[in-house]
């Protein structure tokens, strides 16, 4: 919080010393450029509304590269002929450059790290072998562009250690590029998933292929599968088919290998869960956890535990895919009305038929059951 404080502080007497220098010199100031106004209206949930300037969204319009330009021009006149703007720089600088290292994560006998000094410009990844060992430069983003404006982000590392799929981003755009290395050897393999929008990775745990989430801003995401080794044209769509470019779609390899959660976020109040067993081959059926059910917070484990302690008040249940649970939570949810208080939600159990009395009571013996039970749902 001093940090902060301090920060905040010099950023302030900076800017004071600028607007004392510059901006109050009023005879030095040139004029803005103008910005024509459209007024777009239109009504959103029976509330008109006026974007005056909606034109500006079209970043690629002549007029509206015309009107950054004008605005650069005119930044520039203002600022460039101050002398604060040196000593700004230099101190601005100073409080960004400092030494940054992120927690070790281990695979197999492997650790991983990324790191960027104070002297980097981007983070550079390194690996360990073993706990004693010396780390040593896995990825290096810096050679990749002299200015160093193509980044590398690490998306999965196999639980083994041995591969890793990274994304190369260029000048910082969302697209990325997709590539496999070979950690020992500190090489690529001839994988590669070309420039796009790629929202998650999850690679088995031997490193034999993995999971990807691409995504099309007209159809949505859908979650496909590469093999090592394998053309493109051979990946297999697992999941995703009839969602939207709304729903945010995940998928994870168990750390055992032997399940693939997938997850649909809808917005921030209600997601679907579903598991697909991988013992059972590339094409087992995907079995529905949770669907159609209206959560009351972002992840669903957070949602059923909520239930429970409004239910029993100190419930923690290990089961979250029971039939029970999901029965009582869509017999609570049947109406997409959230309780907002337990008076409300006992109401809402008092008005349901002897079924639901029958699910809650079979709810209490599963969580007793179920107390000391160490098994996961993987």
């Known amino acids: 919080m ?5 920060r905040r502080s010099v950023l302030a007497v900076l800017a004071l010393g600028l607007s004392a220098d ?3 010199s009023q005879s030095a100031r040139p004029t803005p450029p103008p910005t024509r106004r459209d ?12 974007d005056p ?32 703007r040196e000593t700004i720089r230099q101190r601005l600088t100073a409080l960004s450059r400092y030494d940054v290292q992120s927690a070790p994560l281990r695979r197999g006998d492997r650790y991983f790290v990324s790191r960027r000094r104070a002297t980097d410009d981007l983070y550079i990844h390194y690996v360990r072998e073993g706990s004693d060992g010396t780390d040593a430069v896995l990825l290096d983003p810096h050679a990749l562009s002299p200015d160093h404006t193509v980044d590398v982000t690490l998306d999965d590392i196999s639980q083994d250690g041995r591969v890793l799929v990274y994304g190369l981003r260029r000048g910082g755009e969302d697209e990325t590029e997709l590539h496999v290395r070979d950690v020992a050897k500190r090489t690529d393999l001839p994988d590669t998933l070309p420039r796009g929008l790629y929202r998650g990775v999850s690679l088995q745990p031997d490193g034999s292929g993995f999971y990807y989430s691409a995504q099309n801003r007209q159809t949505g995401i859908r979650v496909r599968y590469h093999a090592m080794g394998t053309p493109l044209e051979k990946d297999v769509e697992v999941f995703g088919a009839g ?6 779609i995940g998928a994870d390899v168990a750390e055992n290998g032997k399940h693939l959660l997938l997850t649909v976020q809808h917005g921030w109040a209600r997601n679907e869960v579903f598991v697909q067993d991988l013992r059972s081959g590339p094409g087992a059926p995907v079995r529905t956890i949770v669907k159609d059910v209206l959560g009351i917070s972002k992840h669903m484990g957070d949602a059923i535990l909520r239930i429970f302690d409004l ?35 006992y109401e809402r159990i008092e008005q349901k038929d002897q079924e639901l009395a029958d699910l809650r009571a079979k709810v209490s013996q599963l969580m007793a059951e179920s107390k000391d039970d160490d098994d996961d749902f993987y």
Not at 2 to 6: A, I, L
Not at 39 to 50: F, K, S, T, Y
Not at 243 to 248: A, I, K, M, R, V
């Open 2 to 6: 001093k940090m902060v404080t301090m």
């Open 22 to 24: 510059v901006l109050f």
């Open 243 to 248: 969602y939207g470019p709304s729903q945010w």
């Open 311 to 345: 239910l029993e008040g100190k419930c923690q249940p290990t089961k979250f895919a029971a039939e029970e649970v999901l029965g009582l939570l869509n017999a609570l949810f049947a109406e997409d009305k959230l309780p907002r208080s337990k008076a409300v939600l």
């Open 53 to 84: 300037y909606r034109w500006l969204e079209d970043d690629k319009s002549p007029e509206t590269r015309a009107w950054i330009d004008a605005q650069n021009r005119f930044t520039h006149a203002v600022l460039d002929g101050s002398p604060m």
């Open 39 to 50: 007024d777009v209206r239109e009504v959103l949930h029976g509330v008109e509304l006026v």
